[in-house]
């Protein structure tokens, strides 16, 4: 997937608090080649288990997540970071996640009827930084009794505890791209394929 490591490097913006701004392509503005290549690459990898459901958080989230449940035929679901008034408090999943660059703490919501004791799900991001919103997707799959298949991440910032702490916990994590470094001095991002 050098094609996406590539625009990191071409079009990335580093802001203060190792925080990188790819929203011409990735999560504002978005580039559907590098979508489906993202999609190719989590089927690549996971596409020997047995995945039900694709599950990930608004808004960022969403264009990867369904561009793989697209290639593993499968629904796409993420969590709302408000409860909807149409679904009742004892209808929903609920987990707390804390967003590191917003800052501010969501509870987030999933329907119970989206979700059962029987999904495999593959849970998708399009950043790993501390783990927080994957660990809050990781709560709401375990309080439906599903399994969680792995975890696919577009971005991960290797340099932030977020892959230390799930690989802790014994989840597999596939990230398309690893960044080892940013350094918002120099503008320089360094990929762990870099060395
Ligand atoms: P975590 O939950 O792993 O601490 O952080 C991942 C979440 O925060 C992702 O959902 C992503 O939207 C956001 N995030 C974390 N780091 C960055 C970053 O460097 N750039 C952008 N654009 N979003 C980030």
Redesign the pocket.
């Known amino acids: 997937m050098s094609y996406l490591r590539e625009r990191i490097r071409r079009d990335g913006v580093i802001?203060p608090g190792?925080?990188?701004?790819?929203?011409s392509f990735?999560?504002h503005q978005i580039d559907p080649k590098i979508m489906r290549e993202i999609g190719e690459a989590f089927y690549e990898h996971f596409g020997d288990r047995k995945i039900t459901k694709i599950l990930t958080?608004e808004s960022?989230?969403i264009a990867p997540a369904i561009m793989a449940a697209v290639r593993f035929d499968v629904p796409m679901l993420f969590a709302k970071k408000t409860r909807p008034s149409t679904l009742k408090a004892d209808e929903a999943y609920v987990s707390e996640?804390?967003?590191?660059?917003k800052k501010t703490t969501s509870t987030v919501v999933v329907p119970k009827d989206y979700i059962s004791g029987d999904d495999a799900v593959l849970i998708i991001?399009?950043?790993?930084?501390?783990?927080?919103?994957?660990?809050?997707l990781i709560d709401i799959v375990r309080q439906a009794g599903a399994s969680v298949a792995g975890v696919g991440i577009c971005?991960e910032?290797s340099f932030?505890k977020?892959r230390e702490r799930l690989d802790a916990a014994g989840i597999e994590v596939y990230s398309v791209v690893r960044i080892r470094e940013i350094n918002y001095e120099r503008q320089e991002i360094v990929f762990r394929e870099d060395h």
């Open positions: 802001y190792n925080v990188l701004k790819i929203d990735l999560n958080i960022s989230g996640v804390y967003s590191y660059t991001d399009d950043f790993l930084a501390n783990g927080e919103a994957a660990s809050g971005v910032k932030q977020g």
